[in-house]
């Protein structure tokens, strides 16, 4: 079951799990607030429908890619395709995160009827389930089982959490929560970056004849298979997730992964205001770790 595509689907999965978890219990926090606790099942029905829409969409994706006659530029353009919209919705989320919760009250309170609200709910999850959809491309086509697993994985460690938070009224700093899977999520682009390049130049070298100095090596470690580091093994599976890893590559992919990564990091880093020393060494500014953050409602607290 564990693969490179189990390990990075169920982290894809797991935050945007938990976003749409926490979309749901800021909408029906909000709902209750409003006083309109009669919306909160065609709440809870949008957001089954756009979970369904989610699977939909997988199933389109497998069905297009069966019927394409050169994969490999599917593959590398899917990849790049999800790095970018990994990249775009991390830096949404910085952005728009701490006062998600005001947004939506001030969404709903101007809507007065249960297709409003179904709308309204639908459309915010509906986003995050396509999302999930579209960044897991790249894994799905190529390892649909192992996709497939990661994704139950993922899905159910999210509503786990957010259960176990709205049950027991635990305060979480979705701020930090954010940060630190925006990194992680960060280090799994990368990878997606390096891999959609890498399958973009092998088509170029088979079917067009390119030998120039993008698709020379820039290194090849040699590792055999079956070794603990080579990338079929669960510990090379992880560590290609995790960071990108790969026990070659070619000019062009190294450098546009490492340069890719270089900027995200950057640029998230930028987003949450937190300084790249203090980072390193453990030491998150007060935009971080202060007062003020967005935290998941609880059942023992009316507060969003």
Known sequence: MWS???AAIGLISFREGLEA???????VAVLKRLGRQKYVGVAFTSAI??????VL???????????????????GAMSLVAAGLVTTVILWMAKTGPRMAREIESRLTVVGSAA??????FIAVSREALETVLMSTPYLVRDPAGSLAGLAFGVGAALLLASAIYAFGVRVSLRRFFLATSILLVLVASGLVGYGVHELLEYAEEDL???GILAAKAFDLGIPEGHPLHP??????LLSVLVGYSDSMEVGRAAVQFSYLAASLALVLRAYDVKL?????GIPRRGVSGGGEARLPSKSSARY
Request: overall charge negative.
């Open 232 to 237: 079929s093994s669960p510990l090379g599976a």
């Open 116 to 121: 409003g609200v179904a709308v309204f709910t």
């Open 209 to 211: 004849g390119y030998t």
């Open 57 to 75: 969409a997988g199933w389109a994706v497998l069905r297009v890619y069966g019927g394409l006659p050169e994969k490999e530029i599917f593959e």
């Open 21 to 27: 978890a926490i979309l749901v219990a800021l909408i």
């Open 4 to 6: 490179e595509a189990f």
């Open 49 to 54: 429908a756009s979970v369904a829409l989610g």
């Open 277 to 281: 020393l203090s980072f390193v060494a």
